[in-house]
């Protein structure tokens, strides 16, 4: 019987094959992989809004507790205690205020002390708790993502009440710090896209005289 040529197994891909794969998986990647980072982040923003609101909580707490305790007849109401520093001679004890600080900032110690140990909320860009001195900051806004700041302003359809709000940074796009979304502390509007956390009177009342405390 004649010698027949039988054609070879083809084993393997060709370089063709090959580069056509690569170029398959790249383009599949540069679709995927920003859309699930996109929703990642978008996760940890979700978080950031909710442990933002219970901080907010425990500040109003912290405020109240210190305009009970003072001396009677001192002249701090709940705005003062997030607004003043606090003068031991009228009050009976000193506080810093917490409005224009991150929450990592020192004068966040007394918040922090009304969670549960177990319970403190976390920064999820670093896994640690918002009250510890690595969410503070000195920029404003910080190129650190997911930092808690307590802002405050005059409500623009009441110039006799104050707002206060917790703004949140966002992930830097280059080296400059930026809030999240559409948030500021420079203007009502931007305060009012962050995390309400309370509105008072804002009276201010002479040091020296008696007070109705905002509770």
């Known amino acids: 019987m004649p010698n027949q040529l039988r054609p070879q197994n083809k084993f393997g891909f060709t370089l063709i094959e090959f580069l056509l794969v690569v170029v398959i ?37 912290w405020a109240q507790k210190q305009t009970e305790a003072q001396r009677e007849n001192s002249p701090y109401t709940l705005k003062g205690f997030l607004m003043e520093t606090v003068d031991p001679g009228l009050a009976g004890f000193s506080s810093s205020p917490p409005v224009d600080h991150y929450t990592g900032h020192e004068s966040f110690d007394g918040v922090e002390r009304l969670v549960a140990p177990e319970k403190l909320p976390t920064n999820p860009f670093n896994e640690v708790s918002y009250f510890q001195k690595v969410n503070d900051d000195g920029p404003v806004p910080s190129a650190k993502p997911g930092l808690l700041y307590l802002t405050s302003g005059t409500d623009p359809s009441n110039p006799h009440y104050r707002y206060f709000y917790l703004l949140f940074t966002d992930v830097p796009a280059g080296a400059p710090g930026r809030w999240h979304g559409q948030m500021d502390h420079q203007n009502a509007d931007g305060m009012r896209h962050g995390i309400f956390v309370t509105r008072v009177p804002d009276s201010r009342i002479s040091p020296g005289l008696p007070s109705t405390r905002n509770r």
């Open 25 to 61: 998986f790249g383009v599949i990647l540069s679709v995927v992989l920003p859309r699930a980072l996109r929703a990642s982040r978008e996760a940890k923003f979700s978080q950031v809004r909710q442990y933002a609101a219970e901080i907010g909580g425990y500040t109003v707490q």
